[in-house]
Structures are given as structure tokens and as C-alpha cells.
């Protein structure tokens, strides 16, 4: 009974000793209080630093290269496309008769071997004209119509390559005419106001006017027919009557031989009158459709 008593005892004492063994074990187990909230942040630390490594990694991966010769071939495509443009300004505004932005810029009727007159004997010989001119017709005194024209003239003027001022004037006249005298002298008869459908029409006949002017079409012919007259004066002297006779023949064939120069004229005034109605603002179809009609 004694030994049973004991046995139990013993096996109590063992099982009692195991689980103490069992605590201490689990308790070993377990980490520090710190460990539970370091470790996250480590992991949470470890983490960030993986991620900043990948995403470091494709910036450091990337070749720089490709970026740099990018940029130079971007200027150089920049560069290109200044050059073109520069050369379309320079074939562009050279100052010729086709270098519309130019106009009042220009060299036209620059005076020189086929011009022999200056701006100031235009100008006097033009009021001269004009004197006997409006002691021979009848001029209208009407401030509103002389306005009106006036206002047209002067806007095309300013958007011209005219050297000299102008007088413009309205001629009491059933023609269908207008005509420019050297030195800027300008008149318009009433029969080209009332046939002209439109202010532009009206206006493209008076750019035409204008245009003989700032080519110093006039003048130009002038300085032709004096070189005609001085070719012609060793005809007299060499042959003497024979020579008289032929310089006489030769005077009838001048004016044939000039026409070929003014039908030049008058192509280069549509011309340029053209050029002048643009630049004032007016459609330059008004012009064509004005003599078509």
C-alpha cells in the first residue's frame, strides 16, 4: 500500500516537473516585448530599401546616351530649320519688283543711264503740264467727291513706291480715262467714277496711274527719244540734204520703234499697280474685271 503511495507520488512529481519543462520551453519561444514592434519595422525598413534599390535600378540601368544624342539631334533638326528659313527670307525679300513686303523700299525707276532727269525737274516739269491742263478742262469743285478720290489716291500712294508727292484732282469728264504727269500731278475724270462698279475698280486704274509714276515711266521715255534725237544728228552732218532727208525718216520711225517700249511700260504698271492694290488692302481681281468690262 505503502509502495502504490509512492508510485503515485513519484508520477505526480514527474508529470508536474514536465509540465514546468513545457512552460519553460514555450516561454524561451517566445521573442523580447521590444522584438514584436522592431521587427515589423525592420521588415517595413528592409522593404522600403528593396524597393528604393528596384527603383533606383532602372534610372541607373537606363543608358544616357540615348538622351544626349536625342537633344543634339533635336538642335540640329532646329538648326536645319532656321537655315530654310533663312533662306526663304533672303530669296524672298531681295528688293526686287517681286518683293511685295518691300514696296516704298524698293529701286524703282532709279535713275541712271536710261534716265536722265532728277526728282526736282519731274516734279517741275510736271506742274507745268499740269497748268495747261486745268486751263483747259473743267475741274469739279465738289469737296465730297474730290475727297473721295483723293482719299482713295493718297492710301494707294502710301502703299507705293512714289518718290514725290501727289495732287490729285477730279476732271469734269464723260472718258473713261485717268492719267498721272511726271511729278505726281494726278487726275481722274467723273466718267471713270460713275463707269467703276466698285471703290476697288476705281482704285486699280488709279494704281495703274501711280505706277507710271514711281517707275518714272515718263521720264524714261523722254531720256530715250533725246538719245534717239542725238544718234541721229551725224546723219545730218555727214550726208548734208541726203542726211536731212533720212533723220526726217528716221524722226517717223521713232515713235514706231518706241512703242515696243511702251507696251513694256504699260505691262509694268498693271504690274505693279497689281502690287499696289494688295498692299493697300483692295482684291486685285478688280483690277482684271474692270477692263473687262
Known amino acids: 500500500m505503502k509502495f502504490r503511495a509512492f508510485s503515485l507520488l513519484a508520477a505526480l512529481v514527474v508529470a508536474l516537473g514536465a509540465l514546468a519543462t513545457a512552460q519553460d520551453n514555450k516561454a524561451s519561444s517566445q521573442p523580447s516585448g521590444n522584438s514584436p514592434a522592431a521587427a515589423p519595422a525592420a521588415t517595413s525598413s528592409s522593404t522600403g530599401t528593396a524597393a528604393a534599390d528596384q527603383s533606383a535600378a532602372p534610372a541607373n540601368d537606363q543608358p544616357v546616351a540615348p538622351a544626349a544624342d536625342q537633344s543634339s539631334q533635336t538642335a540640329t533638326d532646329q538648326a536645319k530649320d532656321k537655315d530654310k528659313d533663312k533662306d526663304k527670307d533672303t530669296i524672298k525679300h531681295d528688293g526686287s ?10 529701286k524703282i525707276g532709279g535713275r541712271g543711264v536710261g534716265d536722265w532727269y532728277s526728282l526736282n525737274t519731274e516734279i517741275a516739269m510736271g506742274k ?15 469737296p465730297v467727291i474730290n475727297e ?39 487726275y481722274v475724270n467723273s466718267g471713270l467714277i460713275l463707269a467703276a462698279d466698285n471703290e476697288s475698280e476705281l482704285a486699280g486704274v488709279m494704281a495703274h ?31 548734208g540734204g541726203v542726211g536731212y532727208a533720212a533723220y526726217e525718216l528716221s524722226g517717223i520711225a521713232v515713235p514706231v ?4 517700249f ?4 504699260e505691262a509694268e504698271a498693271d504690274y505693279l499697280g497689281v502690287q499696289y492694290m494688295y498692299k493697300t488692302g483692295y482684291d486685285p481681281q478688280s483690277f482684271v474685271a474692270f477692263f473687262e468690262t
Open 262 to 265: 511702251s507696251r513694256n511700260f
Open 97 to 106: 519688283e517681286k518683293d511685295v513686303d518691300a514696296i516704298g523700299n524698293r
Open 128 to 142: 507745268q503740264y499740269s497748268m495747261q491742263v486745268e486751263q483747259s478742262s473743267k475741274l469739279i469743285q465738289d
Open 257 to 260: 520703234a518706241f512703242m515696243k
Open 148 to 186: 473721295y478720290v483723293n482719299r482713295i489716291g493718297q492710301n494707294l500712294v502710301r502703299n507705293s513706291d512714289a518718290k514725290v508727292p501727289f495732287t490729285i484732282k477730279v476732271i469734269d469728264s464723260d472718258e473713261v480715262n485717268a492719267f498721272a504727269l511726271p511729278g505726281g500731278f494726278f
Open 209 to 239: 496711274e501711280i505706277a507710271h509714276v514711281c517707275a518714272r515711266h515718263a521720264m524714261r521715255q523722254m531720256t530715250r527719244m533725246q538719245l534717239a534725237n542725238l544718234a541721229s544728228i551725224p546723219l545730218i552732218m555727214v550726208g
